[in-house]
Structure formats: structure tokens, C-alpha cells
């Protein structure tokens, strides 16, 4: 069974410009949830989609913006980028909602310049 | 709001040692806990699932235990390996449905 894909794995972008990763899931998995991770912060919860519907969301501002389409992979959108937007992002998906194992794709290593 | 600290931020150890790193969680209503590894650069390899009401998790050398009422987690690595190498993250799902990591262990195991 084919693992979770992120695409694309490496990104640069300037501040200002917009960008959209995309998240492909395990096969029948529904849940789809995106992270940040920083030197800095750490991981951090961006959002999580379950059946097209954001269910969460982490503490991000409005920039930051996702949606899931009917065969549940993902798209993240982040508009206006800054400095520090610099980071790699990892999707995760899990069988239904997120209280069951997730599993993590390799990342998007995003560079903003 | 949960806090998930985990300690050492860094260890060394020898080859065949076993070792044993800690996750501490503020808030116990939690769903789960979750143990990953990362290799530099890569993602997120889960290495085992705590739901709220088990006790621990076993897979090959790695024993995982869970003390919800103490806000404690411990990942038991046996005999271990230069292949071992790795940061090590724990993660709670709270019971308000967010997944909140710790800053994570980096181990090193020197052959």
C-alpha cells in the first residue's frame, strides 16, 4: 500500500507570492491533517479535514488555509508569504478521524526568500 | 492548555544499551499518545499508539507505556542500535480533538 505522498518536496518562494502544497493520502484513509515544523516551534498543528470539512484548526492566522477534495487529498494554501513561513510542512492521514494512528508523508521543505 | 514537554532533549549512548525517554503531558483528558521517530529532514515514522485506556504498546524492542493520571508516557528502546539514531517525538491528542507534539529527544547511539 502506497504511503502518504507530499508534493512538491522542496519549494522557494518570495515573500509576497502565494504557494499551495498538495497531500495525497494512504488509500482509504479520510483524514487528513497539516503540520508546521520549525527549528524554533517545533510541530504544530495547522488544520485537519475529515470527509471535505475542516474539523480543526491550530492557532495560525488566516493565510494559512486548506480543503480536501472528494477523494480526500489535500491542498494547503498559504497566500502572502513571510520570512517566517520558512519551514517544512507534513501532512498526515488517518483512517477516519484523527484519534487513530496517523501516518506522515515526507514534507515539504518550504524556503521563502 | 495542553503542554507536552519531553526529557532528555538529547542522549548518547553507547550500543546495546537500553535506554528509556520520558513524555510529560498537563492535561490527562487525552484520547492518545503517540510515539514517532524522525530521521534529519524526513518525516514522521509512527512507532506506536497509546489509546487513553491501555497501559502500553509493544513492538519488537520498543515497549511504550502510558500514566494518564500522572500525565506521563515512556518509550523503553532495548538493546539498542547505531540504526537508532533519530529524533524522538511523542504526540497527545487532546480531548478537544488537537494533536499537540512535544520538542522532541535527539538520540544517538554510537557503535
Known amino acids: 500500500k502506497a504511503g502518504v505522498t507530499q508534493t512538491p518536496r522542496y519549494l522557494i518562494k518570495t515573500r509576497g507570492q502565494q504557494v499551495t502544497l498538495s497531500c495525497s493520502p494512504i488509500?482509504?484513509?479520510?483524514?487528513v491533517s497539516w503540520y508546521q515544523q520549525t527549528p524554533g516551534q517545533g510541530l504544530q498543528f495547522l488544520f485537519e479535514?475529515?470527509?471535505?470539512?475542516?474539523?480543526n484548526k491550530g492557532n495560525f492566522p488566516g493565510r494559512f488555509s486548506g480543503r480536501q477534495f472528494s477523494n480526500s487529498r489535500s491542498e494547503m494554501n498559504v497566500s502572502t508569504l513571510e520570512l517566517g513561513d520558512s519551514a517544512l510542512y507534513l501532512c498526515?492521514?488517518?483512517?477516519?478521524?484523527?484519534?487513530?494512528?496517523?501516518?506522515f508523508g515526507p514534507g515539504t521543505r518550504l524556503t521563502v526568500t | 492548555k495542553q503542554e507536552v514537554t519531553q526529557i532528555p532533549a538529547a542522549l548518547s549512548v553507547p550500543e546495546g544499551e537500553n535506554l528509556v525517554l520520558n513524555c510529560s503531558f498537563t492535561?490527562?483528558?487525552?484520547?492518545?499518545l503517540q510515539w514517532f521517530r524522525q530521521d534529519p529532514g524526513k518525516g514522521l515514522t509512527s512507532l506506536l499508539l497509546?489509546?487513553?485506556?491501555?497501559r502500553e504498546q509493544t513492538s519488537g524492542r520498543l515497549n511504550a507505556s502510558l500514566d494518564k493520571s500522572s500525565g506521563r508516557s515512556t518509550l523503553y528502546i532495548a538493546a539498542s542500535q547505531p540504526g537508532d539514531s533519530a529524533t524522538y517525538l511523542c504526540?497527545?491528542?487532546?480531548?478537544?480533538?488537537?494533536?499537540?507534539f512535544g520538542p522532541g529527544t535527539s538520540l544517538s547511539v554510537i557503535p
Open positions: 488509500s482509504g484513509h479520510r483524514s
Open positions: 497509546i489509546q487513553s485506556s491501555q
Open positions: 492535561d490527562s483528558a487525552i484520547y492518545n
Open positions: 498526515a492521514s488517518s483512517l477516519l478521524q484523527s484519534s487513530y494512528e496517523q501516518y
Open positions: 479535514y475529515f470527509s471535505e470539512t475542516q474539523r
Open positions: 504526540a497527545v491528542k487532546t480531548s478537544y480533538d488537537k494533536v499537540i
